[in-house]
């Protein structure tokens, strides 16, 4: 499997209604599966993996690595459409990747940001893992956090609200 391949397949897979995938070509394998493949298994019946699940992509010989995932970087614009009753001057900041969210950079650490804390551009918000690859967040403009959306651990998709802040 080539790198070309298998990035063409995963943003497929995402676009699709299918909730689980495998590929076989040779020897290598590759299993993609989403959330709702997981939903309907009882708890433990799999590690808490949830997301893309390469199990394994062995590159034959010769072929290029799997680059690392895009780095979740800069939040992209954000758009003012705040849950229904919810105060129109709040703005939502989306996930720019589909992912596990982590409030902070490793269990033990403290979280990054609070309910009511105000941040400045630049600063952590969050952590997404994408395929075993840590992506860092990062606020784009000051504010503060009026409500965080997700909890720690959760499965989040592409552009699905993350927290509510007020621009400063």
Known sequence: MNENFILSLIEKFNTSPAVSLEVKQGE???V???KEAFD?????AFPAQPGFIPVSAAPQAGSAPVPPAPSAGPVPAPEKSPEAGEDPSLVQIKSPIVG????????D???Y?????SIKKGDPLCILEAMKMMNTLECEFDCTIQKILVHNG???EF???LFLVRKN
């Not at 309907?40 to 433990?44: D, E």
């Not at 596990?100 to 269990?107: E, G, L, M």
Request: proline share 15%.
């Open 28 to 30: 290598d394998k590759l």
């Open 159 to 161: 552009e699905q609200p």
């Open 40 to 44: 309907r298994l009882p708890k433990g």
């Open 100 to 107: 596990t969210f982590y409030r902070a950079p490793s269990p």
């Open 32 to 34: 993609l599966k989403k």
């Open 154 to 156: 959760d499965l989040v």
């Open 113 to 117: 940001v609070e309910e009511g804390k």
């Open 109 to 111: 650490s403290p979280v």
